[in-house]
């Protein structure tokens, strides 16, 4: 039988609900808890986190990152979960940016304090592959939270930018860092001076990212691809994870160390013995995690 949980599950287990929780009877029929700005829902070892706030085309607010950050708090000690989707709500936007109403209220403390950088950092070094599922717009912190991710599968009629600059502030939530890491410093410079919004199969040519396809499609792609990598052995998905992400912060001599000490202690465990014997038999591997 499928597994399936709803948000109520999940909250059960996190903090005290933010003010004003709003509950909803889910398509499952289960209630999906006091979250007032996303979804939440566990099928099958996958998470998906759906920022649900569509008449505002899903932008960004302090209470969207503070829910984001209390699933992410619950789902990395369940091993019940093994992967994590993000996505937005309707077919218009993924995540629209910042919440304008709030940032003209943002100041010097505020900026010091970079909630949402710190979040979209933690995403970044998640223990679990991460996916964004881009089924339509996604400006500045939510092509920001699409970067920090493991993969990002865009619908074809998705839009993407950092347009920051015409509000007179920058890409403050890794948009100066990630981006010019994905798609190299010269068109990460002209699109942050300039605003330029990519259509999705911009992106993908840019290596922005991985894959484009029809909106139908979304979503199945997005799980079809997660299922692919929770075939493989956990240990080896959560180390490949770490290595190349503090790889591409240091020089190429001290990132082949770490590989080195990556695969050194996959050659002791479990799932590589697992691995070596369910090749050899011509069947499917047993990982255990261990």
């Known amino acids: 039988m499928t597994e399936q949980r709803t948000e109520q599950q999940v909250t059960q287990q996190a ?23 996303i979804l939440a829902e566990v099928a099958d070892g996958v998470g998906t986190i759906t920022i649900n706030r569509p008449d505002k085309r899903n932008a960004l607010s302090r209470t969207v990152l503070a829910e984001i950050g209390r699933v992410l708090d619950v789902w990395e000690e369940d091993e019940g979960v093994s992967a994590v989707i993000f996505t937005g709500a309707g077919e218009k936007a993924f995540i629209a940016g910042a919440d304008i109403s709030q940032l003209a209220h943002y100041d010097l403390p505020y900026g010091l304090a970079a909630h949402m950088q710190r979040l979209y950092d933690r995403i970044q070094d998640y223990p679990k592959p991460t996916l964004a599922a881009l089924n339509g717009i996604a400006m500045g912190g939510g092509l920001e939270l699409a970067m920090s991710c493991d993969i990002r599968i865009a619908a074809e009629h998705a839009r993407m930018g950092l347009p920051e600059t015409t509000l007179g502030v920058l890409p403050g939530a890794g948009g100066t860092q990630r981006l010019s890491r994905l798609v190299g410093t010269g068109r990460a410079v002209e699109m942050i001076l300039t605003s330029r919004i990519l259509t999705a199969a911009e ?12 909106a139908a499609e979304l979503l199945p792609t997005a799980v079809g691809t997660i299922g692919t990598i929770l ?60």
């Not at 005290?16 to 700005?37: A, I, Q, Y």
């Not at 190349?244 to 013995?273: F, N, P, S, V």
């Open 15 to 37: 903090a005290p609900p933010v003010d004003r929780p709003v509950e909803r009877t889910g398509p499952s029929g289960g209630r999906e808890g006091p979250f007032e700005t």
């Open 203 to 214: 992106a993908e040519r840019y290596g922005l990212v991985t894959a484009v396809v029809p």
């Open 231 to 290: 075939t493989k052995g956990p240990l080896a998905i959560r180390l490949a994870k770490m290595v190349i992400a503090q790889g591409a912060e240091t020089d190429q001599k001290t990132g082949l160390l770490l590989e080195r000490l990556a695969q050194t202690l996959l050659y002791t465990t479990e799932d590589k013995a697992e691995g070596a014997a369910a090749f050899l038999g011509k069947r499917s591997p047993d990982f255990r995690g261990r």
